[in-house]
């Protein structure tokens, strides 16, 4: 069951093409990542919560974004290089896109339509359903272990 945010052309982190087709079925949580930021330590969170659910139907996706501070410089090959060695970080990653601005990525134009407002930092958290429907928002400041992200997620996945 295809939405139109699954549709939206992407690349991975490697260059490889893709969509988020690729986890028709999967619970999302699409976070947009920096590593020079003072959230960047919740790529440790986010990498236990793919841990604890991924084998329930969990996705983390990371989209890295530099509009916030320039906190996000780095090549695609550094950025992946750096979560692997720091943080340990085997969900997907994403190459570096646009989250806010004119020149803004259609992904989260369509996350943002689903979920209205500006994204105003990095590591903001979209919850998008099983059914590819975006269910939920989090701001930055709300850790990956915070019991309400939590909640939802686990509504999610116990939805069939």
């Known amino acids: 069951m295809s939405s139109p945010l699954q549709d939206i052309p992407l690349r991975r982190i490697d260059g490889s093409d893709t969509t988020l087709g690729a986890f028709d079925g999967k619970v999302l949580l699409v976070v947009n990542v920096a590593s020079q930021c003072g959230l960047t330590p919740q790529y440790s969170g986010l990498q236990r919560l793919y841990d ?24 695609n090959g550094e950025i992946a290089q750096f ?3 720091r943080f340990g970080v085997t969900f997907p990653m994403f190459e570096k896109i646009v989250v806010k601005g004119a020149a803004r990525h259609p992904l989260y134009d369509a996350l943002i339509a689903a979920q209205p407002g500006e994204i105003s ?23 990956p272990d915070d019991p309400k992200l939590v909640s939802v997620i686990e509504a999610e996945l116990a939805k069939v």
Do not use: M
């Open 52 to 75: 604890t659910y991924g084998d329930r139907g969990l996705a983390v996706v990371g989209f890295p974004a530099n509009e916030f501070g320039a906190q996000e410089p780095g090549t």
């Open 121 to 143: 930092w990095n590591f903001e958290k979209f919850v998008v359903g099983r059914n590819g429907a975006v269910v939920a928002r989090f701001a930055p400041t709300v850790a």
């Open 83 to 85: 979560c692997e060695t």
